[in-house]
């Protein structure tokens, strides 16, 4: 059974200011997703979920499946604030899903094989999605979950501070210890970071979650207990989310578990800000000029 791709595209966008998931940043129109989507296909993968908002549905269906048809299969999952919140009030205000944990566990009803999880509007390069599967489809197993982990010098914005899951592994390569810095940025020569009114260095080769997760289908079951936790905990808070990472860190906590640290050389850039779109459309184009990928990504599989 091949790995599936899911992809979490249900984001608000509310820093970049629009529905950044299906802008066009390829030289023949193609989208961050795209590139995405196609490094999976030659990777291997046999299918790509959508999470995505259902008012988005329309949308998406219109840019992916005339593309996509008879390349890879295609399922969509819609991710709402009623989504496996059975029993509870929704208070009135609150106004966005609740978090990138909930959005995974809205893909359990369309995923049955094991599988990457990423964001829509992340450049994650084609050694991770190799790595990925390789990791998938030899190591993966209920006890054995992964993660691309990048070299934080290459994961970083000119346009603003970024959030990052800094990891620290052990000498076998196993997380130990991800610790989510939500303001990271470059201050001279150093990489620091922001917590309680102070500045913290921290190096540049450390490596962090972009969000692109390896798991098997049992972290459905974990993500459910998780969520129905944090609801009890968390209701009536507003702007409250749960997210994979807090996931990742609740699973190698169960006895004789591992999540894997998978390095990659790959760099990383994605739209944080609306201000980075410029350089993504620059970075691609310099790959496709190098020859890694086609100038027109769909005439080539």
Same mark, same amino acid.
């Given at each position: 059974? #091949?790995?599936t791709?899911?992809i979490?595209a ?5 820093r970049y200011?629009?529905?950044k998931?299906?802008q066009q940043?390829g030289p023949s129109g ?10 999976? *296909?030659?990777?291997?993968?046999g299918k790509v979920?959508?999470?995505i908002?259902?008012?988005? !549905? ?19 999952v819609? /991710?709402?604030?009623?989504s496996?919140v059975?029993g509870y009030?929704i ?8 978090g990138t944990?909930?959005a +995974?566990? *809205?893909?359990?009803?369309? +995923?049955?094989e094991?599988?990457?999880?990423i964001?829509a ?6 050694d991770?999605f $190799?790595?990925a599967?390789r990791?998938?489809?030899? $190591?993966?197993n209920?006890h054995t979950? @992964?993660?691309?982990?990048?070299e ?5 914005s000119?346009?603003?501070s970024?959030?990052r @899951?800094v *990891?620290?592994?052990?000498?076998s390569?196993n997380?130990?210890?991800?610790? $989510? ?5 470059r201050d001279?020569n ?6 309680? @009114?102070?500045?913290?260095e921290v190096?540049?080769d450390s490596? +962090?979650s972009?969000?692109?997760?390896c798991? %098997?289908?049992y972290?459905?079951?974990? *993500?459910k207990?998780?969520f129905? %936790?944090?609801? /009890?905990?968390?209701?009536h808070?507003?702007k ?7 996931v990742?860190?609740e699973f190698?906590?169960m006895?004789?578990n !591992?999540? #894997? ?10 739209? %944080?800000?609306?201000e980075?779109?410029p350089?993504v459309e620059?970075?691609i ?6 020859? $890694?990928?086609p100038?027109?990504?769909w005439g080539?599989?």
């Open positions: 059974m #091949k790995p791709l899911v979490m249900a984001g608000m966008a509310s200011g629009s529905l998931q299906i940043f193609e989208t961050i997703m795209d590139y995405s989507i196609f490094d999976a *296909c030659r990777a291997g993968f979920v959508f999470i908002r259902k008012e988005f !549905a329309e949308d998406f269906k219109a840019i992916f499946e005339p593309k996509l048809k008879g390349k890879i299969a295609i399922d969509y819609f /991710q709402d604030m009623q496996f059975e009030d208070p009135a205000d609150r106004t966005k899903p609740w944990a909930h +995974v566990l *809205c893909a359990s009803t369309a +995923v049955h094991p599988f990457i999880v964001n509007d992340d450049f994650y390069g084609r991770a $190799e790595k599967y990791f998938l489809t030899q $190591e993966a209920d979950f @992964g993660l691309i982990g990048y934080l010098a290459k994961t970083l000119d346009n603003g970024v959030s @899951g *990891c620290k592994a052990d000498a390569g997380l130990v210890e991800i610790a $989510e810095r939500t303001k990271i940025y001279g150093k990489i620091v970071y922001e917590e309680d @009114g102070s500045k913290n190096a540049a490596k +962090v972009m969000n692109f997760w798991f %098997t289908p972290v459905f079951s974990i *993500c207990e998780m129905n %936790t944090f609801l /009890q905990k968390n209701l808070q507003p409250a989310e749960i997210y994979v990472v807090d990742g860190a190698i906590k006895p004789d !591992a999540l #894997k640290v998978i390095p990659t050389h790959s760099k990383w850039f994605g739209v %944080t800000y609306k980075d779109a350089g620059s970075n184009n310099a790959l496709v000029a190098k020859g $890694e990928y100038q027109s990504l080539a599989i």
